[in-house]
């Protein structure tokens, strides 16, 4: 078929022309039709990365209030476990601002059932300030990172080392211990806002305030003279039940109980104590009532705090040791 093909200029036998009939054939031989399949598709390739990316941009957690804050990324990454958990959907302001810890209202996730929610976003620097230290201590459980709850002696022996894996611990429990507190006296009728959820530094808790403002703190508000009496009622009778579930506060004053429609609410538990661990826990018992006392004094509510806390204490522990 080639002989009168000026084109090819080859003596036929020859290698030369085996090579290019050869070549020739391959070039103009319909090639077989081949499926095009769904996942080889370029163009639909193409679509499923852009829409891939698409919801990869929408569920990603970036307020916009974080980006003017100098620690925003470290705040940002802190909080996006709970936007994940579909927890939270933004941040709107900084409720609370302190060196151990700061409090963010944000905007709760309709599945939530809350319009806001408070996150507690703590820092590594909060234990710096602790007062009697050792008191604080004795009834804390220490866990590993695994979440598991280490015995007395292996316990001492990781904080003993003073390395970044014994405070990383140290942070770990103690924030954890906070959460459980809370949760506990919740659950057992303590006015305190609601605990939700736990992930690292942080907790989520029910906000006292709406989206334009925080619940003033006590020491912010002016009483009616008729409202003082019960309210001054109300923190006692939550300090005794506080008690009745193996915990004092070991902070209590007007800078952390909040005021919102006519009730007060505790917070901030991260000094809570163990009454059964030491008689010692009696002067802080001692000490929340004092200034509960002082506070309301000013308001015609007479009190002797020293009794008031001896009662509690001979209520649930007994007569102490001479």
């Known amino acids: 078929m080639y002989e009168n093909n000026d084109e090819f200029d080859f003596e036929e036998g020859s290698s030369s022309f085996v090579k290019m009939k050869n070549k020739y054939r391959t070039r103009h031989q ?3 039709t081949r499926k095009t399949s769904y996942e080889s598709n370029k163009d639909v390739q193409l679509w499923l990365k852009e829409q891939a990316a698409d919801a990869s941009a929408s569920k990603e957690f970036n307020p916009t209030m974080l980006s003017s804050q100098r620690d925003g990324p470290w705040i940002q990454s802190s909080l996006s476990q709970f936007y994940e958990e579909d927890l939270i959907s933004d941040v709107l302001y900084i409720a609370k601002s302190g060196k151990e810890a700061s409090v963010f209202c944000c905007v709760a996730h309709p599945s939530s059932g809350y319009d806001v929610l408070a996150a507690k976003v703590y820092r590594p620097r909060m234990f710096r300030s602790l007062r009697n230290d050792a008191v604080y201590r004795q009834s804390r459980v220490v866990v590993d990172e695994h979440k ?3 015995s ?3 316990a001492k022996r990781v904080m003993s080392r003073k390395n970044t894996k014994a405070r990383a611990l140290q942070v770990s429990s103690w924030i954890s211990y906070e959460y459980e507190t ?8 303590v006015h305190t806002p ?3 959820s736990h992930i690292g530094n942080a907790v989520l808790m029910e906000y006292l305030g709406d989206r334009e403002r925080q619940a003033p703190l006590l020491r912010e508000v002016t009483l009616e003279p008729e409202e003082a009496r019960p309210l001054f009622t109300q923190i006692l009778t939550d300090i005794e039940l506080m008690f009745s579930c193996n915990r004092v ?8 109980v909040l005021y919102w429609e006519g009730k007060v609410i505790i917070i901030d538990f991260a000094q809570a104590v163990d009454p059964r661990h030491s008689p010692a826990v009696l002067e802080l018992l ?3 009532i004092e200034r509960v006392c002082t506070f309301f004094a000013p308001y015609g509510v007479e009190a002797n705090a020293r009794e008031l806390a001896y009662e509690i204490w001979l209520r649930y522990m007994g007569p102490l040791p001479e």
């Open 30 to 32: 319909p090639k077989p």
């Open 194 to 196: 609601k605990p939700l």
């Open 152 to 154: 007395n002696s292996r």
């Open 148 to 150: 598991k709850a280490m």
């Open 286 to 288: 001692q000490r929340d």
């Open 249 to 256: 506060h070991g902070d209590l004053s007007e800078y952390n």
């Open 182 to 189: 809370q949760m506990r006296l919740y659950e057992a009728g």
